[in-house]
């Protein structure tokens, strides 16, 4: 966990940036799956998301971008992950949304690594609720609240999380470094 990854000004334009994209109805419901196997299961999972490209315009994306690429080639000169891409999305929960316990692994894909969500929310306390839950092996779990600028990382194929729900709006930019595809 890393409070204050991004300025607050950049986390604010990231903000304004994925409202304004809703407006435009840039956002869709996310499902769980994918391609063929990819459903709408608004019990499981209530939120809106939009994804994003690395050469977007906006220079709060670009910021964002370039941070995450400065902690791809940290982690991978540290821990030898072997990141090589991101692929992320906005994700806005409305009011009261949740996200049940799941793994951001493909049971048939390894190539997502690490899990990264960067949260965008103003003023965020305790008492709007919202916060990540990440369950250990041993039966510990631990909460994070999503407070702006917070960026939260940890290995896609191992930690069950969820996403509890929140008295208001929660909004993030939420993805995954991924490994190079291998080739059979």
């Known amino acids: 966990m890393e409070p204050d990854f991004l300025p607050s000004s950049t986390i604010a334009a990231l903000g304004a940036d994925a409202r304004q994209r809703d407006a435009a109805g840039e956002f869709h419901a996310a499902g769980i799956g994918r391609d063929a196997h990819r459903i709408e299961r608004s019990a499981i999972r209530g939120d809106r998301i939009a994804w994003l490209e690395e050469f977007d315009a906006s220079p709060a994306v670009q910021a964002t971008w ?12 540290a821990l030898f992950l072997g990141l090589f891409t991101f692929e992320g999305h906005y994700a806005i929960y409305p009011r009261a949304a949740l996200y049940h316990r799941h793994r951001d692994r493909f049971r048939d894909d390894d190539a997502r690594v690490l899990s990264c969500v960067l949260y965008l929310n103003d003023g965020w306390t305790a008492s709007d609720g919202g916060s990540l839950r990440i369950h250990f092996d041993d039966g510990e779990r631990r909460d994070v609240l ?10 896609s194929e191992r930690f069950v999380h969820e996403v ?12 995954w470094f991924r490994r190079r595809a291998m080739r059979v």
Not at 66 to 74: F, Q, T, V, Y
Not at 146 to 155: D, K
Not at 164 to 175: D, K, N, S
């Open 146 to 155: 999503p407070v702006g600028g917070t960026l939260v990382c940890f290995l």
């Open 66 to 77: 370039k941070g995450l690429s400065d902690l791809r080639r940290a982690l991978n000169a």
């Open 164 to 175: 509890l729900p929140a008295t208001r709006e929660r909004l993030a930019l939420t993805g």
